[in-house]
């Protein structure tokens, strides 16, 4: 037995899929693409899955790990080439490999988001704006925590975790570029931070795509 991490796009209509829908997804697509999988073992053995950072619902990625425990000696070209004929339009598997670092390594993402407004100033301000607040170094937001087993409303400034940002405007489209904390010591949505600057200019786009890019190690180095 022995791990393989596969790295997959989802994209278009796929980012509805939420969490608990990836699951189910790639349960069936690795039974029809008949991997020779490990599985758990109990009363109810089912395949080791594993998504490292899931993805919150309705935002793109082009890299996403997912983590399983293979039996044999198939090569990854092989699993990338079985999997992907058989995984629904929007997802794509880009990659199947042996892990190169622990999971528990993964500390920061980089995300584009790409709003589109109505009118080519109104873009331009939305990027002026936002950058004269993130260099301001105070954007407040409501996050959902935990105390205990319940959850608490608690306030916080966006600006302490945002580790690099490039925000402009070209025609209606402000794109922004951020580096933001991603993993299982800190998490902060991208859809947080760009609520907080709607709130904060008084501009709202007519559509945004919020994508991440790539998973970042703590040094930020490529998590791979």
């Known amino acids: 037995m022995r791990a393989v991490r596969?790295?997959?796009?989802?994209?278009?209509?796929?980012?509805?899929?939420?969490?608990?829908?990836m699951n189910r997804c790639f349960t069936r697509a690795v039974r029809r693409a008949r991997l020779p999988l490990w599985y758990t073992e109990g009363f109810n053995p089912h395949p080791y899955l594993n998504f490292l950072a899931p993805l919150p619902l309705g935002q793109e990625s082009a890299a996403e790990p997912l983590d399983m425990k293979i039996e044999g000696e198939i090569t990854g070209a092989e699993i990338e080439k079985r999997l992907s004929a058989v995984l629904p339009e929007g997802i794509e598997v880009t990659a199947a490999a042996?892990?190169?670092?622990?999971?528990l390594s993964i500390a920061m993402a980089e995300y584009g988001v790409s709003l589109l407004f109505g009118e080519g100033r109104t873009a331009a301000a939305f990027a002026e704006k936002s950058?004269?607040?993130?260099?301001s170094g105070l954007l407040t937001a409501e996050k959902t925590g935990k105390?205990?087993?319940?959850?608490?409303?608690?306030?916080?400034?966006?600006?302490?975790h945002i580790f690099r940002y490039e925000?402009?405007?070209?025609?209606?489209?402000?794109?922004?570029?951020?580096?933001?904390?991603?993993?299982?010591?800190?998490?902060?949505?991208?859809?947080?931070?760009?609520?907080?600057l709607k709130r904060e200019?008084?501009?709202?786009?007519?559509l945004i795509t919020i994508r991440r890019i790539r998973l970042l190690k703590e040094d930020f180095s490529e998590f791979r």
């Open 201 to 206: 200019t008084g501009l709202a786009e007519e």
């Open 131 to 135: 950058g004269e607040l993130i260099k």
């Open 6 to 21: 596969v790295w997959f796009k989802k994209e278009g209509r796929a980012k509805y899929l939420s969490h608990l829908d």
């Open 98 to 103: 042996d892990p190169a670092d622990e999971a």
């Open 167 to 196: 925000i402009s405007a070209s025609g209606t489209v402000c794109s922004l570029k951020a580096t933001l904390p991603c993993g299982s010591q800190s998490n902060l949505n991208p859809s947080l931070m760009i609520s907080a």
């Open 147 to 160: 105390k205990g087993r319940h959850k608490v409303q608690k306030q916080i400034n966006i600006c302490e």
